[in-house]
């Protein structure tokens, strides 16, 4: 199994970004995806999360009414689309997926696939 993660960058206060998380190597659409994120010297914490049909979804009380998940099961991929960016949200993101895809975890322990992260930096 391989999540590709990209899109991150560097964004100015108030930018968007949309980030993408390409999947391989599993039944893609069996899988909960999830975003996360981990800032320096900070944990990892839940971002958003969408479930196998995409009918589901959840968000951190922090990103409520700023940032959108989503997916294409036919392409594999889900996406965090990222508006009124603010510089607490500047940290390394990351996608994750779980089985089953019903429900949605935010819990990092929960998951069990891994993508590498991507930066996003947002300047004030």
């Known amino acids: 199994v391989q999540l590709q993660a990209s899109g991150g960058g560097l964004v100015q206060t108030g930018g968007s970004l949309r980030l993408s998380c390409a999947a391989s190597?599993?039944?893609?659409?069996?899988?909960?995806m999830g975003w996360f994120r981990q800032a320096p010297g900070k944990g990892r914490e839940f971002v958003a999360g969408?479930?196998?049909?995409?009918?589901?979804?959840n968000y951190a009380d922090s990103v409520k009414g700023r940032f959108t998940i989503s997916r294409d099961n036919a392409e594999k991929t889900v996406y965090l689309m990222m508006n009124s960016l603010k510089p607490e949200d500047t940290a390394v993101y990351y996608c994750?997926?779980?089985?089953?895809?019903?429900?949605?975890?935010?819990?990092?322990?929960?998951?069990?696939?891994w993508g590498q992260g991507t930066q996003v930096t947002v300047s004030s």
């Open positions: 190597g599993l039944i893609f659409g069996g899988y909960t």
């Open positions: 994750a997926a779980v089985r089953p895809a019903k429900y949605i975890y935010d819990q990092s322990s929960s998951y069990q696939y």
């Open positions: 969408i479930n196998g049909s995409g009918v589901r979804k």
